[in-house]
């Protein structure tokens, strides 16, 4: 009998991938490039099982049922397209090559158009959920060749995590790259939720002067609450997490934080499309600023920076900030959403929004039982363009206004840098502000270079100069937007 699928790259999260498979009842061809690997896995964690081997490209192929499905799971970049040259000339048309890696999604769509003129489908797929996930169910985000879907579906479907409905946290994305630029929005919100945590504990730590095992015991009770996600759960366990000498761990950790890029893609993308994506950018410079070490410990010292206490009730101070965090949270996924839906105009994707939000409910590192609100917001309004006028959310923002006020205030009057959750109320006070000053800027714009404005009392689309100093010509600079 020969494999249902080839998984090519025997790290980690191609090892789990592979197990998974197999406990769901596929039969997987396993290959990597030093064979040793195989071997490893063939008599370690597969032992036992119906996972077989694959010494050689050519092995593989030849051990696939027609059409081949062999999902990459190596370093996204160059492994992948040098994997795919090898490939190509072994398989057949209809087959089908998938990168399951943290691919940047232009390179989906320039592979997926590639190997289209060769007859042969791609698939690129977004897989969130760490070592644990892929071992027993990742959130899967496939997208590429729609072709390629129903012969693809029924594994990833099996494989992926499931909500509390039973419905599987995988669906077909869109065309392209859909798959890989969702996946890397959920990165993006990933870093704007892991920052917005951090956040929270600073104002705990510094402002407030909890202790370690007191800040454990509000996470647990926030994860009872509409913040209960799977980050929220790993921080109370991190924060009590006693280092073998009893101290808390997480106070010998360098305070510098690494990152692989998909965030910085997603406000690249956000910067290219023009979305305000301010929250996760935030988080992103955030990362950048902590690696700044040696400079941050200098500054402090040349600045003389005082502790800063926050005075008043600590009951009161924790739940402004439970519901600053989760307003800022909200505002976040509002921000990732409109990304989302500039792309899917700018790429025809035809995104469905309430399927992202159901294909993050489980397995992904930004699961959340939030995630079921932001599908119930989708389906009653799927073209919803700012998720905080959804009723439920809008709620949430109206309710915790006060109380976010306060803890946005607090955080610039004490000095503790909270840069997503002001951020993200500065947003929404720009975003439900009808008159924004930009008509000054506009004036500056024609002052200086005749760029030109329209006028509150003409139809839109008219452009007007003024000569405002009298010294300029009344010639106007052709105008357009970037
Ligand atoms: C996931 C994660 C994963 C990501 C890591 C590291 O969905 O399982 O998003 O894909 O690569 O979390 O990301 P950084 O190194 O950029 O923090």
Same mark, same amino acid.
């Given at each position: 009998m020969k494999g249902d699928i080839g998984v090519i790259g025997l790290a980690v999260m191609g090892q789990n991938l592979i197990l998974n498979m197999n406990d769901h009842g596929y039969k997987v061809v396993a290959h990597n490039r030093t064979a040793e690997k195989v071997d490893e896995f063939l008599q370690g =964690?597969?032992?036992?099982?119906?996972i077989v081997g694959a010494y050689s490209l050519q092995e593989l192929v030849d051990k696939l049922e027609s059409p081949r499905k062999i999902m990459l799971m190596v370093r996204a970049g160059d492994v992948v397209d040098s994997f795919i040259d090898k490939l190509v000339p072994l398989l057949d048309k209809g087959d089908i090559i998938i990168d399951g890696g943290n691919t940047n999604f232009p390179d989906t769509n320039r592979r997926v158009a590639a190997l289209k003129e060769k007859g042969i489908h791609f698939i690129g797929s977004g897989v969130s959920g760490g070592e644990e996930g892929a071992r027993f169910g990742p959130s899967i985000m496939p997208g590429g060749s729609p072709e390629a879907w129903p012969f693809v579906k029924p594994i990833f479907q099996a494989i992926s995590a499931k909500t509390e409905?039973?419905? =599987?946290?995988?669906?077909w994305v869109g065309n392209d790259g859909a798959g890989h630029f969702v996946k890397m929005v959920h990165n993006g919100i990933e870093y704007g939720d892991m920052q917005l945590i951090t956040e929270a504990y600073q104002f705990m730590k510094?402002?407030?002067?909890?202790t370690h095992d007191e800040m454990q015991s509000v996470f647990i009770e926030w994860n009872?609450?509409?913040?209960?996600s799977y980050l929220v759960e790993i921080t109370s366990d991190i924060l009590g997490y006693k280092d073998t000498d009893g101290e808390p761990l997480v106070e010998k950790i360098l305070d510098t934080a690494g990152q692989k890029g998909t965030g910085k893609w997603t406000g690249i993308n956000a910067l290219d499309m023009g979305i305000p994506l301010t929250l996760i950018t935030e988080s992103v410079f955030a990362r950048c600023l902590s690696s700044l070490k040696d400079q941050r410990v200098e500054a402090e010292e040349l600045f003389g920076k005082k502790e800063s206490i926050v005075e008043g009730d600590k009951q009161v101070w924790i739940e402004a900030l439970r519901q600053a965090l989760l307003a800022s949270k909200i505002i976040s996924y509002a921000q990732g959403f409109m990304l989302m839906r500039e792309a899917s105009n700018e790429n025809c994707w035809d995104l469905n929004y309430g399927n992202v939000a159901l294909m993050w409910r489980?397995?992904?590192?930004?699961?959340?039982?939030?995630l079921s609100n932001i599908r119930d917001a989708y389906d009653i309004d799927?073209?919803?363009?700012?998720?905080?006028?959804d009723s439920y959310f809008k709620g949430i923002l109206e309710n915790s206004m006060s109380a976010w006020r306060k803890v946005a205030a607090k955080s610039m009057e004490v000095g503790i840098p909270m840069p997503s959750m002001t951020s993200a109320l500065t947003f929404l006070d720009g975003y439900t502000t009808?008159?924004?000053p930009a008509n000054l800027l506009q004036a500056q714009r024609d002052y200086f270079g005749a760029h030109t404005y329209e006028r509150v009392d003409k139809p839109k689309g008219e452009f007007f100069h003024t000569?405002?100093?009298?010294?300029?010509?009344d010639v106007s600079s052709t105008t357009y937007n970037s």
């Open positions: =964690p597969a032992k036992g099982t119906n409905n039973d419905e =599987p946290c995988c669906d510094d402002g407030l002067g909890m009872k609450t509409e913040l209960n489980g397995g992904c590192i930004i699961r959340s039982a939030f799927p073209e919803l363009s700012f998720l905080g006028s009808a008159r924004l000569n405002w100093t009298g010294k300029g010509g």
